[in-house]
């Protein structure tokens, strides 16, 4: 079965990007899938933060589209997002997922990325 | 921008049911899908309801997903609650094309 794990800094500086991986396992990150980064806020609800396509198409939370680049790696058989100029806004616990029609499973485990200097 | 809103707490006793509703703010509920999402604490969401009212699979049939069109709002209802259904629980569906989330209903079992 397919299983995702999230990987990265835990920690960025103020301005800096953050970068995320998500590694998928178990299965093709080049099938019929969507594949999503959500996060969220301490204490708080979950925000998404865009989806992308082996081919390449993406979608981004508007709220978001200036600051976010979400991409692909076939070789590598995950995918990547990165965020940039962040505040301490941004930190949250990030989720990768896998989206097959409207059906978003499995989820990531999460992986929590703090904002501070 | 579409909003979708969900009360903030709700809860029930073991055994009986419960049904949290998810309001759109404009247009067509039933015009997108909707999808229900739990979240116990310290975990990451998973899936219990997708396209309405479609169960994944190893959800139990106690979770059930409607559209009630006149009121522009979804529900998700649990019947024969157990404490482990105790939650988050987060509607989401789209707008063009754009995933939009809920706020998120804390379901107590007591």
């Known amino acids: 079965q397919v299983q995702l794990q999230e990987s990265g800094p835990g920690l960025v500086k103020p301005s800096g990007t953050l970068s995320l991986t998500c590694a998928v396992s178990?299965?093709?990150?080049?099938?019929?899938?969507?594949w999503s980064w959500v996060r969220q806020p301490p204490g708080k609800g979950l925000e998404w933060i865009g989806e992308?396509?082996?081919?390449?198409?993406?979608n981004y939370n508007p709220s978001l589209k200036s600051r976010v680049t979400i991409s692909v790696d076939k070789s590598k058989n995950q995918f990547s997002l990165k965020l940039s100029s962040v505040t301490a806004a941004d930190t949250a616990v990030y989720y990768c997922?896998?989206?097959?029609?409207?059906?978003?499973?499995?989820w990531g485990q999460g992986t929590l990325v703090t904002v501070s200097s | 921008n579409f909003m979708l809103t969900q009360p903030h707490s709700v809860s029930e006793s073991p055994g009986k049911t419960v049904t949290i509703s998810c309001t759109g703010s404009?247009?067509?509920?039933?015009?997108?899908?909707v999808q229900w999402y739990q979240q116990r604490p310290g975990s990451a969401p998973t899936t219990v309801i997708y396209?309405?009212?479609?169960?994944p699979s190893g959800v139990p049939d106690r979770f059930s997903g409607s559209i009630d069109s006149s009121s522009n709002s979804a529900s998700l209802t649990i019947s024969g609650l157990k404490t482990e259904d105790e939650a988050d629980y987060y509607c989401?569906?789209?707008?063009?094309?754009?995933?939009?989330f809920g706020g998120g209903t804390k379901l107590t079992v007591l």
């Open positions: 997922a896998r989206v097959h029609q409207q059906l978003v499973s499995p």
């Open positions: 178990g299965g093709s990150i080049s099938s019929s899938n969507w």
């Open positions: 992308i396509y082996h081919s390449g198409s993406t």
């Open positions: 404009s247009g067509s509920i039933a015009s997108n899908y």
């Open positions: 396209e309405d009212n479609q169960r």
């Open positions: 989401q569906s789209y707008d063009s094309s754009l995933w939009v």
